[in-house]
């Protein structure tokens, strides 16, 4: 296995897990607000990842390094809702074709950002990258 793969599995599960509980546990206001987030990577990297996940911090630019979350939020009080890993372009590329019904890359991961509130009638706010 890959040091990139494997480095995806320790928090595959957790945004799993995540999705599921916010799906279920907390109801968003009328709106939503869907965009992406980028971390970048701080510490170890390369075949060292195995040793554990680096430590990263949130930056306002896109980083050379690092990890992007696509996610949507409550619109009245910004709690996080749900999450998307952006991992390789690859990855990227396979997983968005399948059930898209033929949507562009943008609007297949918009309507899974807000799968589990589909038809309630909420305003989602997004940018053009979702379109």
Known sequence: MS?????????????????AHMAQAFAPSEHMCVDESISRWYGQGG?????GLPIYVAIDRKPKNGCEIQN???G??????????????????TTTHVHNDGLLHGTAV??????PWRFSGRVVCADSYFA
């Open 3 to 19: 040091w990139e793969h494997y480095r995806w599995l320790l928090v595959d599960d957790f945004v799993e897990e995540f999705n």
């Open 47 to 51: 075949h060292w990842i195995n040793m």
């Open 72 to 74: 949507a939020a409550c």
């Open 76 to 93: 009245q009080c910004g709690v996080m809702l749900r999450l998307k890993l952006v991992k390789t372009a690859a990855e990227e590329s």
């Open 110 to 115: 918009l309507k899974f950002l807000v799968a």
